[in-house]
Nanobody, 121 residues
């Protein structure tokens, strides 16, 4: 059974940092790209970035100066480090797995349940 489980969300003040984890199981981690997405209620889900099985990363332009993505293939886990958080970063953050290195959500086969990140002033 494929599972992706996000953790690390919570409440943080603006300017602070959070690190999210995406623990996976049930598929060959090295063969998949792990993408991070976020969604605010009432808005479309947007791509944050991804890390491929070979470690290549890509971050959305609006976030690349504050967010980084990494992974530990031995632990089948990907991470999203978020620094200098802003109020507008408040959202539910999801990780997902795809066999293509892209932020096109349509190709992501497996999704986690999401973790809430709330940034306060």
């Amino acid at each position: 059974e494929v599972q992706l489980v996000e953790s690390g969300g919570g409440l943080v003040q603006a300017g602070g940092s959070l690190s999210l984890s995406c623990a996976t199981s049930g598929f060959t981690f090295d063969d998949y790209t792990i993408g991070w997405f976020r969604q605010v209620p009432g808005k479309e889900r947007e791509g944050v970035g991804y890390i491929s099985g070979s470690g290549r990363t890509s971050i959305a332009e609006s976030m690349k100066d504050r967010f980084t993505i990494s992974s530990d293939n031995a632990k089948n886990t990907a991470y999203l480090q978020m620094n200098n958080l802003k109020l507008e970063d408040t959202a539910v953050y999801y990780c997902a797995a795809a066999q293509w290195a892209t932020l096109d959500q349509r190709v992501y086969d497996y999704w986690g349940q999401g973790t809430q990140v709330t940034v306060s002033s």
